[in-house]
Structure formats: C-alpha cells, structure tokens
C-alpha cells in the first residue's frame, strides 16, 4: 500500500511515532558546519551526464531534495538491491526482496561533484548511523546504502565515511553499506516527484519538509528552486 494516510487512529499512530522518531533523533543530528569530502572527483571542465544511486529510507523525501540540487538533471525513484521480479512496490515493502527504496540521480559533473552528493546525502537527507530504519519507516527497505558503480565511486565513499566516523560528526557510527549497483529499477509512476506533488501529505509535512528546508540552511550554494 501506498503512504497515504486518511485521518484515522492509524495516522494519528504514525504522526505519534514520526514525532518521537524525530525527538529521539535529535541526538543523532551531525554537528554544525558539516565537513566536506577531503577525497572526491575533481570537477568537469565540460558539461556532461553522469549517475549516483543512493538509498536513504523513503525515496519521497530523498529525490525532492537531490531535486532541489544544483547541478542535477534528474531524479528517479526506484529499488535497488534486489532483482528485477521482485522490483514493485508491493514486493518491496515485505523487506524480504533484498531491494532498497532507492533514487537514480543524474548530475552535470561540471556543476556538483559525487562528494558534493554525498554531502547532502549523509547530512540533510538521512540518519546514517540509523540501522534498517528512518524516521517512523522500519525495514530494510529504508537502509542507508551507496551504490557504486565505479571505483572511484567507491573509494569516495568508504573515504567519506571514515572520515566523518574519524571527526566524530555523529555520536554513532555511521552504518551505511557501500555496495557494488547490480541494478536499478524505476519505480510508479505514483511515487515519482511525490513530494512536489503532494506537499501537503502529512507524511511529507512531517518527514520530508524539512530536509529541504535544512538543505538551504546548511549549503545555499547548492540549492536551487524547482
């Protein structure tokens, strides 16, 4: 089923829950002036295309934010993880697929840099010392995950990661997985650009509202309007 929510004991349940979540989580928020990557790809010195899939709990939030990214040219959400059969949002949501609820995001490499991306990724986007679960989402569905596709991809990541658990940017350590994209299935249509169409989903209000608006707060010079 869908996140929709009718107002019912059901939502006001998981309203409940979000707000603890968001509560008790607040431990876990990164410290201020959150560093960059000190490993990353240098910058394109011409336009071009190139793709990051990352997983970070509900795809909803997570391509409204990459959408308000500068430099990226698109956004999907999709699964990523398991196999093709199993790729459908009602097999998916079982967390017996072995799929995340993931984003394929196409970026200018001469406009934002894959670290840039990872940046959002581990600061505004998501918990990533959070285990198979984010805000009142549980399952391992909604584990934290880069999917690499390159070597440089991969050693960009498991640098940053080291580097953010060596500066003690969260009391926790992260627990995102680094693993190889073995392929990436497009999701509905319904959940595509969910958030832009439905700002005022509860779920959204909730949940996904303020990571745009901390994406602004913290790195303006990436943040761009639809």
Known sequence: MPKTFPLSWRWIFLSFAAFVSLSAGAASHPNSGFPKPAL?????????????????????GVQAVFEHTRGVVSVISGYAGGNADTASYEHVETGNTGHAESVKITYDPSQVTYGELLMIFFSVVHDPTQLNKQGPDWG??????????TLEQQKIAEAYIAQLDAARVYPQKIVTQVVPLKG???????????????????????????????????????FREY
């Not at 790809?41 to 295309?49: C, E, I, L, S, V």
């Not at 391992?140 to 596709?149: G, K, L």
Request: aromatic share 18%; glycine share 2%.
């Open 140 to 149: 391992t569905q909604y584990r934290s995950a880069v999917f690499y596709s």
């Open 184 to 222: 990436f299935f497009r999701a509905e249509n319904y959940h595509q650009d969910y958030a832009k169409h439905h700002p005022d989903n509860p779920y959204i209000v909730i949940n996904d509202l303020p990571k745009l608006t901390a994406l602004r707060k913290q790195f303006p010079q990436l």
């Open 40 to 60: 990353d790809a240098p910058f394109a010195t011409a336009h071009g295309r190139e793709e990051a899939v990352l997983a970070a709990g509900c795809f909803w």
